[in-house]
């Protein structure tokens, strides 16, 4: 293992310490609770919108912690939960009176615990709403999920949920445009290589030279089959007639698109990918209204890329164009 890190018991913090340090006027951050939160925090009147997860998957989720996006982010260790009790103080810390939102991913532990932290702060007066993503197609159920599992597509509800708070919506309505993104959401993706994690130091999950895994989860997790490398337009189209007939997306219908990378991919792949996306869509008579490419939720240094297909509404397109002021400049 080559990683650019010092003890692997400090990565998580030392990651969170730099990201601060790079933008002091608009994050803070808690230390010791790995806790990052916009530096206005709270905003008076206004809905907080919490996120958090394992780490690893950065920019998700810390880097979309600013104005107009995510009032706080509670990082756990390398692809582990947040804690109960960090999610509980970062929801005390943004909470201004009109109630507080998680938007979290479908996964156990991030569930549980974001859960447990809900009834702390509700048993304090605190209003908490949860939205789930789950996102991915690639999967229904199997042992190693609760059903479908949340993907990149939730960066796309972070930016139009958090938009929608910022204009100053109640709580109720920002619960709705969570839930109405994630509806409309589907993504699938593939992974070439393992990742390895700093702690174990050898990857995570074993894949011949010549196979990569379609539909592999963000930790790893095994999709819906191993397989040998094929050409990109063949494993586009796979991935494409999977998203597309799910929602189903159809003629006439205006998407967001968003190519995303898993950690260990040149951005000349995406554009690869992307360019086989476009003609499928075009194709379909489905129209690209917004096109995001590059890596918005990773899987340390894993090859591979996922796409997201969100079918947009007119109060949709509006809130992808709302300004925000993060540390990921592509929004």
Known sequence: MKKIINRPDDVVYEMLDGLVAANPNTLKLVREKKIVLRADAPVKGKVAVITGSGSGHEPDQVCYV????????????????PTADAVYEATKMVDSGAG??????????DRAN???????????????ETVIANDDVAVKDSKFTAGRRGVAGAILDYKITGAKAEQGASLDAVKEIAERVNANCRSMGFALTSC?????GSPTFDLGADEFELGVGLHGEPG?????????DEIVDILMDSIVP????????????????LGGTPTMEFYVVFRRVAAFLKQHDIRIAKAYVGEFCTSLDMAGCSVSLLKLDEEMKSLLEFPVDIPLRIF
């Open 66 to 81: 600013g104005r107009g996006m995510i009032d706080a982010a509670c990082a756990g260790e390398v692809f582990a939960a």
């Open 100 to 109: 507080v939102l998680y938007l979290i991913k479908n996964y156990t532990g």
């Open 114 to 128: 974001f859960s447990m932290a809900a009834e702390l702060a509700q048993a304090e007066g605190i209003r908490v």
């Open 196 to 200: 390895t994690t700093p702690a174990k």
């Open 224 to 232: 819906r089959r191993r397989t040998k490398v094929m050409l990109a």
């Open 246 to 261: 799910d929602l189903p997306f159809k003629s006439g219908d205006e998407v967001a698109v968003m190519v995303n990378g």
